[in-house]
């Protein structure tokens, strides 16, 4: 399964794939293409490191949204991609490219959805959300991406507990080490195994 990996930050959950590829976790699987919007992105140094094709292509670098969707699902193509995962991608996904790569796109939110997800919920916004809601019970879901935000069929989700002196900060971290780096990988071998 050839698979290009969409990113805006540190890259934690990249890292969490090529590890799980170079171990075996992820099977049948070739990481062809790491695509950030931010060219400061963490996330396109672990690519480098990983010899993994990086590039960046970033709204600002296009006289519209259009031509930037269009150079996005261009490049996403020109890798011969399979799987397109998004990896803490922050940009809004063409409605073309949805429809192209139909179940074919996915996506990691730190949430149990439908709970803090949608428009505005993204990074630490969405334990800010949680904790003020004092729920006792948060986590991670990956889903196929449609047209919506946050909205696509589920594939996997893993609860994990909210302890009482957490912080944004704190959540997130165990989020992301007991659940995001998990689902993320279950989900692509899932798909290379299917595929
Ligand atoms: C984090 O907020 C994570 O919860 C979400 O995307 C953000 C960046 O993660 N999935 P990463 O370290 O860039 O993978």
């Given at each position: 399964l050839?698979?290009?990996?969409?990113?805006?930050?540190?890259?934690?959950?990249?890292?969490?794939?090529?590890?799980?590829?170079?171990?075996?976790?992820?099977?049948?699987t070739?990481?062809?293409?790491?695509?950030?919007?931010?060219?400061?992105?963490?996330?396109?140094?672990?690519?480098?490191?990983?010899?993994?094709?990086?590039?960046?292509?970033?709204?600002?670098?296009?006289?519209?949204?259009?031509?930037?969707?269009?150079?996005?699902?261009?490049?996403?193509?020109?890798?011969?991609?399979?799987?397109?995962?998004?990896?803490?991608?922050?940009?809004?996904?063409?409605?073309?490219?949805?429809?192209?790569?139909?179940?074919?796109?996915?996506?990691?939110?730190?949430?149990?959805?439908?709970?803090?997800?949608?428009?505005?919920?993204?990074?630490?916004?969405?334990?800010?959300?949680?904790?003020?809601?004092?729920?006792?019970?948060?986590?991670?879901?990956?889903?196929?991406?449609?047209?919506?935000?946050?909205?696509?069929?589920?594939?996997?989700?893993?609860?994990?507990?909210?302890?009482?002196?957490?912080?944004?900060?704190?959540?997130?971290?165990?989020?992301?080490?007991?659940?995001?780096?998990?689902?993320?990988?279950?989900?692509?071998?899932?798909?290379a195994?299917?595929s």
């Open positions: 050839r698979v290009t990996v969409l990113v805006s930050g540190g890259g934690t959950n990249l890292q969490a794939i090529i590890d799980s590829v170079n171990n075996g976790t992820i099977k049948n070739k990481l062809v293409g790491v695509i950030s919007n931010n060219a400061g992105a963490y996330a396109l140094e672990r690519a480098k490191k990983a010899d993994i094709p990086a590039f960046v292509i970033s709204p600002k670098d296009y006289e519209s949204r259009e031509i930037f969707n269009d150079a996005l699902l261009a490049k996403v193509k020109e890798l011969d991609t399979d799987l397109v995962v998004l990896a803490g991608f922050l940009v809004r996904i063409p409605e073309k490219m949805v429809h192209e790569y139909s179940h074919r796109i996915i996506n990691i939110h730190p949430s149990l959805i439908p709970s803090f997800c949608g428009v505005g919920y993204y990074g630490l916004k969405v334990h800010e959300a949680a904790l003020a809601k004092g729920v006792k019970v948060s986590g991670a879901t990956v889903h196929f991406v449609d047209e919506g935000m946050d909205t696509g069929e589920i594939i996997f989700q893993k609860a994990v507990e909210v302890k009482e002196d957490d912080t944004p900060e704190t959540l997130q971290r165990r989020i992301m080490e007991e659940a995001e780096w998990k689902l993320l990988p279950a989900a692509i071998n899932k798909i195994l299917n």
